[in-house]
């Protein structure tokens, strides 16, 4: 059974940072490639950031470039989302998602495995 646990997130103020952590099991990890994603109230979910198997390729939101960093503990079956410089924006569920296809997909269904999500929101 494959299951993808976010932990992390909360409330924080504008411009203050918030780190949110997936632990993975039932997969392959450190052969999948990995993403974060985010679903404010009313909007589709959208693609932040997502991570090739190593850790040594990521690929960013044009919206969280330069204040968001993606990593990977292959050892520890883990994923994290370090988030710097939150912008009110920034609220929404953040999902981690694995997918078994080898490229850096930035659209949700090419994932397919879920999490259940973690809140995250800055207050201004």
């Known amino acids: 059974q494959v299951q993808l646990v976010e932990s992390g997130g909360g409330v924080v103020q504008a411009g203050g940072s918030l780190s949110v952590s997936c632990e993975v099991s039932?997969?392959?990890?450190?052969?999948?490639?990995m993403g974060w994603f985010r679903q404010a109230p009313g909007k589709q979910r959208e693609f932040v950031a997502v991570?090739?198997?190593?850790?040594?390729?990521?690929y960013y939101a044009d919206s969280v470039k330069g204040r968001f960093t993606i990593s990977r503990d292959n050892a520890k079956n883990t994923l994290h989302l370090q988030m710097n410089s939150l912008k009110p924006e920034d609220t929404a569920v953040y999902y981690c998602?694995?997918?078994?296809?080898?490229?850096?997909?930035?659209?949700?269904?090419?994932?397919?495995?879920w999490g259940q999500g973690t809140q995250v929101t800055v207050s201004s």
């Open positions: 039932g997969i392959t990890f450190s052969e999948n490639v």
């Open positions: 991570i090739n198997w190593s850790g040594a390729v990521t």
């Open positions: 998602a694995a997918t078994l296809g080898g490229n850096y997909y930035r659209t949700p269904t090419e994932y397919e495995y």
